[in-house]
C-alpha cells in the first residue's frame, strides 16, 4: 500500500516526507495506522552518524489503531488502540527469561533495516527502505510483529502514549526493573531529558528519600523539582559529587546516567557511596574510568540497561496505569507538532527547547 513517510535519504540530512509503499502483512504482523510518533535522542543519533542503512524511515515510539492483522495473530484485533515498542526475536534465552531489550538479536532487529526473514518492508521507487526498531513510525501506516505491539486503554489521548515505547519506558523501567531501589534510599539521575525526567517520576514511586537531578538547563531542573526531585544541580555551576555527597551523607545508593558524556559519567561513579550502583542508559563513546578508585576499591557497579529491562506487553499497561492516578504524569514532558513540522521538533529537541517532542500524524 501507498503511504507517506518522513524519509532520510542520506547521514545528516532533513527528513522528507514522501511517498513509498508499505509491504503486505506477514502471518505474524500487525498493521496500525499511526496516530503519532515521540521522537527520540536514538532518532536523532540514526539521523546523524548512521546507526540504521539509509534511505530509511525513522521512528520508534509510534502509536495508533491497529487496521488489519496476520492470520496468525491472537492477542491484537482491528481497532485496538497500541503503543509499538521495540524489536526483539521472542525466542532467544533472554527473551525468553523476561529481558526482551538484551534480545541476542537486538541490534540485528532494530537497527539492520530489515525485518527477521531478511525482507524489506518499505520500498520507494523500486529500492529497499530501512525500517527502524521493527517499526519506523515517522509514518502514516507502519507494520509491527505482534509481540511487539502493546494493546492499551482507549481512555487515554493515544497520541499521548506513543513516547511509552521506549524514552519513557527507559528511564522509568530502569528504576523500576533493574535498580529497583529500596524505600528510603537515594539516587541520582544526570540528565533531565525526557529519560532522565521519567527516571525522576519513577524514584518518587518507588519512595526514594533522596531524588537528586542534575542537569546544565535550568527550565529542566525546575521541571524536575515539579516531577519529584527533592534537589537539583546545575552542572556547569555546582561541584556535583561533593554536593550530593554531603546531601546524602556519603553519596548515593543509586544513579541512572543519561547524558552519555564521559566527565557526567565518571560523576555518577564518583557520588556513589560504597556499594552503589550506577545504570547507564545514554549513548557513551570510548572514555577512561580509573577502575579501581571509582568501582573496584568501593564494591561499586557500573551496568548498561537497555529499554529500561522492560518487558513493554505488561510494563507500559503499568506505567498508564501510574499516569491515570496522578502518580506518573509524563503529559508534563510532551511538546506536539505536526507531521510537516518534525525538522523543526528535532530542532527544539535539540536545543533543550521542548522535552519529548511527539509528531501527530493522523487524527
Known sequence: MRIKAAVVHDKGENF???EVELSDLKRDEVLVKIVASGICHTDAVARDIGLTPFPAVLGHEGSGIVEKVGPDVKTIRPGDHVVISFASCGQCE????????????INELNFGGKDEDGD??????GRGVSTFFGQSSFAT????KERNVVKVD???????????????QTGAGTVLNKLKPAFGSSIAVYGCGAVGLSAVMAAKIAGCKHIVAVDIHQNRLDLAKELGATHVLNGKEADVVKEIKAVTEGGTHYAVETTGVPAVVRQSLQALRPLGQTAIVGVTPEMTIDVHNEIMAEGKTMMGVIEGDAVPKLFIPQLIAYYKKGLFPFDKLIRFYAFDEINKAF???AKGITVKPVIKISA
Open 141 to 144: 501506516y507502519a507494520i509491527a
Open 120 to 125: 524489506y518492508r518499505i520500498f520507494q521507487n
Open 347 to 349: 530542532e527544539d529537541s
Open 94 to 105: 533472554h527473551c525468553l527469561t523476561g529481558h526482551p531489550g538484551a534480545c541476542f538479536k
Open 154 to 168: 482507549k481512555d487515554v489521548d493515544l497520541a499521548l502514549l506513543s513516547p511509552l515505547g521506549c524514552g519513557i
Open 16 to 18: 522528507r516526507i514522501e
